[in-house]
């Protein structure tokens, strides 16, 4: 059966997306079929449309990394899901095959993806990137658990203590900042701090348990965050706005012998940091997050059973809503001062058949 879907198309860096149709492959081993419910959209994309992240190779191409969707078809020795089983779509692998590149045909040529991409109505996955979900748990709930959830709340409890005592900081209070905000009252940690320019973003975090928040702009918020600490600095001081300046203000602001420094946010490609060499002698560390370190069999689905029960708040996290027609809108929404998320609704009225196919099945034996 050959399958017809709309997608987000990226043909040249720096250009719109450009809604078409495409035919989905046949699937070859190791791959998924999904009926897409939800997308949630991410600065990484903006990046990767910009032509921030250097010469794209693989144009053109779909993009999207995290989303909710129900399985249509599985390939040759997927054993993982199933047809009719609700699922998290995301780009951190889990167990399963690691299948071939997909690649659909479009009317100007091919169109390529990697093993998931998720602007679009049917989606052909690789089976690591998928993980069953229970079907009790709404597509809201889900919708963030493919990146925002574990990058975000996954970092911020892989690096808490069993009872945490001193003070957490989070730059940058985008998707991802939020959830290492609910993460951090999750891992019940006393003092939440939260930084960001848009004023918009700072009462979201209060309204999702941050202690303290401080605008980025009007001042050096280094000397304010320190100050919230007696100038001890932080336990764990997070960045997640993928800027040169608040990555280099993290380094300083863990706290001397024993604080940490975790990396989340994306510079544009050849943008580096500089990091005095006293301030790790003098006991700091710094580390990266490759989403959150989280084992996404498990701990996918527990985060979105965690959105559904309201132990981590979704609707506080996710911003407005977009059909995949105005995807382009939606990413411009990034630079909005809406502080939520911005979601796709991909789902398809009716998944479409090819004329072809619709005919061979027609055809007498």
């Not at 706005?241 to 994306?266: C, D, F, H, Q, W």
Request: proline share 8%; charged share 20%.
């Amino acid at each position: 059966m050959t399958w017809r879907m709309r997608a987000a198309v990226l043909r040249a860096t720096g250009a719109p997306l450009t809604i078409e149709e495409v035919s989905v492959p046949v699937l070859g081993r190791g791959q998924v079929l999904v009926r897409m419910q939800l997308a949630a959209v991410c600065h990484s994309q903006k990046l990767e449309v910009s032509g921030a992240r250097g010469p794209d190779r693989f144009l053109p191409h779909l993009i999207g990394h995290e989303g909710v969707g129900i399985v249509e078809e599985v390939g040759p020795g997927v054993a993982k899901v199933q047809p009719g089983e609700q699922v998290i779509l995301s780009w951190i692998r889990g167990s399963g095959t690691a299948a071939d590149p997909i690649q659909y045909q479009s009317s100007q040529g091919p169109v390529h993806a990697g093993p998931v991409a998720v602007f679009c109505e049917m989606p052909v996955v690789s089976e690591q990137c998928v993980t069953r979900l229970h079907p009790a748990i709404k597509p809201e709930a889900a919708v963030l658990a493919g990146c925002a959830l574990p990058t975000g709340a996954g970092t911020i409890l892989s690096m808490s203590p069993t009872d945490p005592q001193g003070a957490v900081c989070i730059i940058g209070a985008g998707g991802v900042g939020l959830a290492a905000v609910c993460g951090a009252v999750l891992a019940g940690w006393p003092m939440i701090v939260a930084v960001d320019l848009r004023v918009a973003r700072l009462e979201r975090a209060k309204a999702l348990g941050a202690t303290h928040v401080i605008p980025a702009g009007a001042e050096p918020f280094e000397r304010a965050a320190r100050e919230l600490t007696r100038g001890a600095g932080f336990d764990v001081v997070v960045e997640c706005a993928g800027a040169r300046s608040s990555m280099e203000a993290a380094v300083r602001l863990a706290k001397p012998r024993g604080g940490r420094t975790v990396i989340v946010g994306n510079l544009p490609m050849g943008e580096t940091i500089q990091v005095n060499p006293f301030d790790l002698i003098a006991g700091r560390s710094l580390w990266g997050s490759w989403g959150g370190n989280v084992a996404p069999d498990t701990d996918l689905p527990r985060m979105a059973r965690w959105a559904q029960e309201g132990r981590v708040p979704s609707s506080l996290l996710l911003g407005d809503r977009f059909p995949l027609t105005a995807v382009n809108e939606a990413l411009a929404s990034l630079d909005s001062e809406e502080p939520g998320r911005p979601v796709l609704d991909c789902a398809a009225p009716i998944p479409q058949r090819s004329a072809a196919s619709s005919a061979r099945e027609m055809a007498p034996a």
